[in-house]
């Protein structure tokens, strides 16, 4: 069925009709057009999302010089589930706004541990390399709110993996 205006110009409902009645008669002649465009369609989809996390980079792994020097943390040990760690994050980012936190997690919570006895320490960095000073008010700060204080010497070298790798495993 062929649909004109003599018009020139077609409404919004007419444009709908014209389209829908196209539609049902590509539909009926020829199925299989429509269900193989679906099935590329999902393809692309899958390769596009396989190509943006990365699967098809080369993944490259290398020991370098850190980008860190010497470090002085203050943090906090605890035991228990590591959805506790939140709280420690909270008060240790409520003392020191701006400063850059870390956590450490011991035990694979998967593991042989029970889920009570998985350790955990938590803090922020107070001083990192020798161009950040070490600000004694915020160290006492944190001295005062039961945080301890830790001296961690630059590391030799670390090995250092592109991010694609990193995307992955956040799809993964």
């Not at 389209?19 to 002649?29: D, H, I, N, P, Q």
């Not at 589930?81 to 870390?102: K, V």
Request: net charge negative; glycine share 8%; aromatic share 12%.
């Amino acid at each position: 069925m062929l649909v004109t205006a003599t018009s020139g110009t077609l409404s919004a409902s007419d444009a709908l009709e014209s389209f829908l009645v196209l539609w049902r008669t590509a539909w009926a002649s020829q199925p299989w057009v429509f269900v193989a465009a679906t099935v590329l369609a999902f393809l692309l989809t899958i390769l596009a999302y396989l190509a943006y996390s990365g699967l098809f980079s080369a993944v490259a792994v290398s020991a370098k010089e850190p980008p860190i020097g010497d470090l002085v943390v203050a943090y906090r040990t605890a035991r228990g589930p590591y959805s506790g760690a939140g709280a420690l994050f909270t008060q240790a980012c409520s003392l020191l706004p701006g400063r850059r936190a870390l956590g450490v997690y011991y035990d694979d919570p998967e593991g042989q541990a029970p889920e009570e006895g998985l350790r955990y320490a938590v803090g922020c960095v107070l001083c990192d390399g020798e161009d950040d000073a070490l600000d004694h008010t915020e160290m006492e700060l944190m001295l005062e709110n039961g945080f301890r204080i830790a001296h961690l010497p630059r590391p030799n070298y670390a090995v250092l993996v592109n991010e694609i790798l990193g995307k992955i495993r956040r799809f993964f």
